[in-house]
């Protein structure tokens, strides 16, 4: 089932703009944040509290910040790297506050020059020191899919990650693609529960076996797929790769006297083969997914993806259908990492609310506002908007 409604985080003003060369005037930057508020966004991420000489283009963070002050009923987190960030964003103002790993060691070193276990230990000061102050913390994992140097990144690596932010106290995990490779992946599971389940009803039609067990089957077998991504993520992150065998073999024996008939035994080795295929195939969304979703409740859960190859809009798809309701986008398209190199914009917030409104979702935005606001920004920077349905609608 899809959700009723989604909640976007706008990213521009931060993911979009960071990466610009030329220097965006201040009051271009809170122009910009008011637009987006009037369009009917109610979380738009406002800037970041980052060292000036790793990001120039926010030095302006406090000014910014001052100039939305008066806005009410509007989240505007902003990024803090360490306690001074979060210090000096608490002191201009800031009520709600984003920390940011990654899965990939080697983007977390060229990012915030850091190992991933150095930056967790920041952010736990952090995270204390925000709940002191009754601040509300965002979690980004970064690199979900693939990282710049690395390649492909497990899932169990992101689930790691975002269980350490999530046990922390962030009250949301944004999982990001930061370069955009990532694919939808495909439920191999439940398409062979399919083909299994097609197969039991034709095997049976010469009995003449009313056959009605397909519902109960596939809900005891996603169970099943569910218990044991929990299982492998577990060992994955703490055990080993030999006690996940191990482990994997026990479940299988104690499952298998729910097994008295030999097909519905083919049905389960078959399902087992093909999620440790899904589970080793990185790069895909989906496997990462169920791998996070084994730690971190649903509704908790945000998706962040670049569109570096033009997958950003299937891979939101099957988050929702995932039951994931929060997806951050950037007006325009605007952005990309300066430390990840290759990463281009975030998906862009105009498409995003087109396709949810054309699936019956709602947002609470104007898509006519929404599309201005993006024109006056790629006025400003000087370049055509990076919203397709943008230029699609004005075309017509
Ligand atoms: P460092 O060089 O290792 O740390 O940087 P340092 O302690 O040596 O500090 C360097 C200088 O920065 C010093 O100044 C500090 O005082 C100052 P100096 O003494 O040389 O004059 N400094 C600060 N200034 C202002 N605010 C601060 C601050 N902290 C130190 N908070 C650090 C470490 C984390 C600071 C640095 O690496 C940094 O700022 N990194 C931020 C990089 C960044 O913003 N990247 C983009 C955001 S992440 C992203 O886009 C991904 C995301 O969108 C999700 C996705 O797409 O996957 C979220
Ligand atoms: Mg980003």
Known sequence: DLPRFVNIVEVGPRDGLQNEKSTVPTSVKIELIHKLVASGLSVVEATSFVSPKWVPQLAD??????????????????????????EAAVAAGAKEVAVFASASESFSKSNINCTIKESLARYRDVITSAKKHGIRIRGY??????????????????AYVAKELYD????????????????????????????????????????????????????????????SINMLAHCMCEKGKHLLIADHIICSFNCWIFFFNAT???????????????????????????????????????VHFHDTYGQALANILVSLQMGINIVDSSVSGLGGCPYAK??????????VVYMLHGLGIETNVDLNKLMDVGDYISNRLGRPSGSKTTTALHKL
């Open 61 to 86: 963070a406090k000014d910014v910040l001052e100039g939305i002050r008066h806005v009410p009923d509007v989240r505007f987190p902003v990024l803090t790297p360490n306690l001074r960030g979060f």
């Open 141 to 158: 994992v970064s690199c979900v899919v693939g990282c710049p140097v690395e390649g492909a990144i497990h899932p169990s690596k992101v």
């Open 168 to 227: 922390m106290g962030c009250s949301e995990i944004s999982l990001g693609d930061t370069i955009g490779v990532g694919t939808p992946g495909i439920d191999f599971v439940a398409l062979c529960f399919q083909h299994v389940i097609s197969w039991y009803q034709y095997l049976s039609l010469p009995f003449k076996t009313n056959f009605e067990a397909s519902d109960d089957v596939s809900l005891f077998l996603r169970a099943l797929q569910s218990q």
């Open 264 to 302: 519905v035994l083919a049905t389960y080795v078959i399902g087992t083969f093909t999620l440790l295929a899904i589970l080793f195939v990185s790069g895909k969304v989906l496997a990462m997914l169920e791998a996070v979703l084994s730690f971190v409740p649903v509704d908790k859960l945000a």
């Open 342 to 351: 290759g990463a281009t914009g975030n998906v862009a917030t105009e498409d």
